[in-house]
Nanobody, 116 residues
Framework: QVQLVEAGGGLVQPGGSLRLSCAAS????????MGWYRQAPGKQREFVAS???????KYADSVKGRFTISRDNAKSTGYLQMDSLKPEDTAVYYC??????????WGQGTQVTVSS
């Protein structure tokens, strides 16, 4: 059974930083592509960043230069470092992982609120 567990969300002031983590189990993490998505109230879930098993990285234009995605295969954990946070970054953040059979798994989400 594949599980993805996000952590690290919270309340932060504009301009602040947070680091999200996504701990995976039940999947060969080093072979998996993983990504981060977010969903703000009343909006559709949107792509934030992704990293392949070969460390090919993509970012949404809205977070380029502010967010950094990374992975630690030894810990089966992915990360999203978020700097220079803005109120419009407020959302529930979800991680996902695609296994070698292109099956997609999702975490439960973690709330990020950027507010003064």
């Amino acid at each position: 059974q594949v599980q993805l567990v996000e952590a690290g969300g919270g309340l932060v002031q504009p301009g602040g930083s947070l680091r999200l983590s996504c701990a995976a189990s039940g999947i060969i993490f080093s072979y998996a592509a993983m990504g981060w998505y977010r969903q703000a109230p009343g909006k559709q879930r949107e792509f934030v960043a992704s990293i392949t098993s070969r460390d090919f990285i993509k970012y949404a234009d809205s977070v380029k230069g502010r967010f950094t995605i990374s992975r630690d295969n030894a810990k089966s954990t992915g990360y999203l470092q978020m700097d220079s946070l803005k109120p419009e970054d407020t959302a529930v953040y979800y991680c996902n992982a695609d296994d070698v059979y292109a099956r997609t798994y999702w975490g439960q989400g973690t709330q990020v609120t950027v507010s003064s």
